[in-house]
C-alpha cells in the first residue's frame, strides 16, 4: 500500500528526527571511518570500499541504481547514482567527494583520533566531516527525508556523482562528466562545499575564484659562500627574490601588476554583496587593517576581486642559518582569479614584467591551475533556492557570486552547461585540511532543514512554474 503524501513542514521534521535521534551522526560516524586520504599511496581499497560499500547501500535504500565508473587515470573511482520518476519532471545532479586530506594523527587536540567522530560542546570532530563527507550525507539525509513524506517519491528525478579525487585536484573528473555528458544531463547542479559566509548565516554560492601557483625561482650558483669574504662582491639570491615579489604586490597586499587583476566591479556584483560582511568568530583571526585593494569592502576583496598570495619561500636554511650566501632561492605565490580574468596570459605578464624591471634572473613557472566559473545572475534558480532557503530559515541567505576557494565547478557549469547553485554546510572556522577537522551541530540541524525544504520545493516546481 502507498504511504500517504505529506507536507512540506512533515518533510523538515522528518530529517530533524534523524539528527535529534542520533540516527545522523551515527551514519556520518561510519562514513569517518574510512580512511579515504587520496593524497597518501596505498589507500585505494578505503577509497573504493567507501563507495562500493557505503554509498552504493545508502543509495539503493533510496531507490537509486548505482554504478562504479573507473577512473581514466586509474587513481580512483567515481560513483553515479540515479533516481528517474518521470522525464516530465525537473532533474538535479547532485555532487559529493568522499575522499579527505591527510588525517594528522597525532596532531589532534586532546589526541582526538581523526577516524573517529567525536562530540565536543557544539562541535563534532573528525576528519570528512566537514569536507565533504559531512556535507554530502545531510544532502542524503534529506533526500530520503522528502522521500519519507512523499509516500515513497520525490517528486523529481535525481542523479549523484561522488568522487574520490578531489584532494588532489579532480585530475579525472572533466574526462569522466565529458564521457557521461548525456547520462549527466540534468536541469541544475545543487551540491554542498566549502564553508558558509558565517556559522549563523545560510549562504548560497554561485561558483569559485580560479587559481594559479605562480613558481619563482632564482638559481645563480652552486652551494653557498662565506658572508664575510664575498658579501658586497656576489649577488644574493634570496634579496632579489624579496624585491621581484615586493614589485608584483606590495606591503598592503595590493598587485601593482595590471595583467593580475580582474576587470572593474559591476553595479550588478556590488549590489550583491552589499549586505554582506565578513565578521570573525572569536576563534577565527581578525581581518587585517589596511590590507588588500583600496576601495573596496572586505567581501568584494574575498569574493569579486583577485588576490596574490605569497605561499612559500626558501632560500638556505632558516633553522640553521650559515654564514653564507645562498646559491638558490624560491617562492611559491598564488593568483586567485575570478571570472573575466584574463588568466591564460599571466605567467608570460609575470616573466615581461620581472624581466622589464631588473629580474631576468628570475625563472617564472606555474602549476596547478583551477577554471573560474559561476552561474549566470539572471537565472531563475537563484531566487528559487534564496526564497527556499528564506521560507525555511525565515533569514535572508547570503547570495554570493562565488566562494573565495577553487572547487571544480566549471565542470558542471561549462563542460555539462547547467546552472550551478552550491549550499555550504560548513563555517569559516572549521578547519577543513588541518587537525581539529570539525562541523557545528548548530548548523548541521539547521542545513539538514535547508535542503530538505530545497529538495520538498523542487518537487513542486512542476506545479510552480518552469525554471527549467
Not at 27 to 34: G, I, P, S
Not at 131 to 141: T, V
Not at 382 to 398: N, V
Request: hydrophobic share 40%.
Amino acid at each position: 500500500m502507498t504511504a500517504p503524501v505529506q507536507g512540506r513542514g512533515d518533510a523538515i521534521a522528518n530529517v530533524h528526527r534523524q539528527f535529534s535521534s542520533g540516527e545522523f551522526l551515527q551514519t556520518l560516524a561510519r562514513r569517518v571511518a574510512y580512511q579515504t586520504e587520496s593524497q597518501r599511496g596505498g589507500r585505494e581499497a578505503e577509497l573504493r570500499a567507501y563507495l562500493e560499500k557505503e554509498m552504493r547501500t545508502a543509495f539503493a535504500e533510496l531507490d537509486f541504481e548505482s554504478r562504479l565508473v573507473e577512473s581514466p587515470s586509474g587513481k580512483s573511482p567515481f560513483l553515479v547514482a540515479e533516481h528517474r520518476e518521470s522525464d516530465a519532471l525537473p532533474t538535479v545532479l547532485i555532487y559529493g567527494h568522499g575522499d579527505v586530506v591527510d588525517g594528522m594523527v597525532g596532531e589532534w587536540r586532546g589526541g582526538l583520533d581523526p577516524w573517529k567522530l567525536t562530540t565536543i560542546g557544539n562541535r563534532v570532530y573528525g576528519r570528512g566531516a566537514a569536507d565533504n563527507k559531512g556535507q554530502h550525507s545531510i544532502n542524503l539525509a534529506a533526500l530520503a527525508a522528502v522521500r519519507d513524506a512523499r509516500g515513497g517519491k520525490l517528486g523529481f528525478n535525481a542523479k549523484f556523482l561522488i568522487e574520490m579525487g578531489e584532494e588532489i585536484g579532480s585530475p579525472d573528473l572533466n574526462k569522466v562528466c565529458a564521457s557521461l555528458r548525456d547520462e549527466l544531463k540534468a536541469d541544475l547542479l545543487l551540491a554542498s562545499d566549502g564553508p558558509r559566509l558565517a556559522a549563523d548565516r545560510p549562504t548560497i554560492f554561485l561558483g569559485c575564484r580560479g587559481g594559479i601557483r605562480i613558481h619563482l625561482d632564482v638559481n645563480l650558483r652552486e652551494g653557498g659562500h662565506h658572508s664575510g669574504n664575498w658579501g658586497g662582491l656576489l649577488a644574493n639570491p634570496a634579496t632579489i627574490l624579496a624585491n621581484a615579489i615586493a614589485s608584483l604586490v606590495d606591503s598592503h597586499g595590493r598587485m601593482k601588476l595590471e595583467a593580475l587583476k580582474p576587470p572593474r566591479l559591476t553595479n550588478q556584483v556590488r549590489s550583491m554583496l552589499a549586505d554582506v560582511d565578513i565578521k570573525p568568530l572569536p576563534e577565527e583571526p581578525a581581518l587585517s587593517e589596511d590590507w588588500g585593494e583600496e576601495g573596496l569592502s572586505a567581501a568584494e576583496r574575498v569574493y569579486a576581486w583577485n588576490t596574490l598570495e605569497v605561499l612559500a619561500m626558501s632560500s638556505g636554511n632558516i633553522d640553521h642559518p650559515a654564514n653564507a650566501i645562498p646559491g638558490h632561492a624560491r617562492a611559491v605565490l598564488q593568483l586567485r582569479f575570478v571570472v573575466g580574468t584574463k588568466y591564460e596570459g599571466v605567467v608570460d605578464a609575470v616573466r615581461a614584467h620581472l624581466a622589464a624591471s631588473g629580474f631576468p634572473m628570475v625563472e617564472v613557472s606555474a602549476t596547478q591551475s583551477f577554471i573560474a566559473s559561476r552561474t549566470d545572475f539572471d537565472s531563475p534558480w537563484i531566487k528559487w533556492a534564496a526564497d527556499s532557503i528564506r521560507q525555511t530559515t525565515g533569514k535572508a541567505p547570503a547570495v554570493l557570486p562565488n566562494f573565495g576557494g577553487s572547487l571544480p565547478n566549471d565542470v558542471f557549469s561549462e563542460t555539462l552547461g547547467m546552472p550551478t547553485i552550491w549550499v555550504p554546510h560548513s563555517y569559516p572556522g572549521c578547519s577543513q585540511h588541518a587537525p581539529d577537522e570539525h562541523i557545528l551541530l548548530s548548523v548541521t540541524e539547521e542545513a539538514l532543514g535547508i535542503m530538505a525544504g530545497l529538495f520538498w520545493d523542487l518537487g513542486e516546481t512542476s506545479r510552480a512554474g518552469d525554471l527549467k
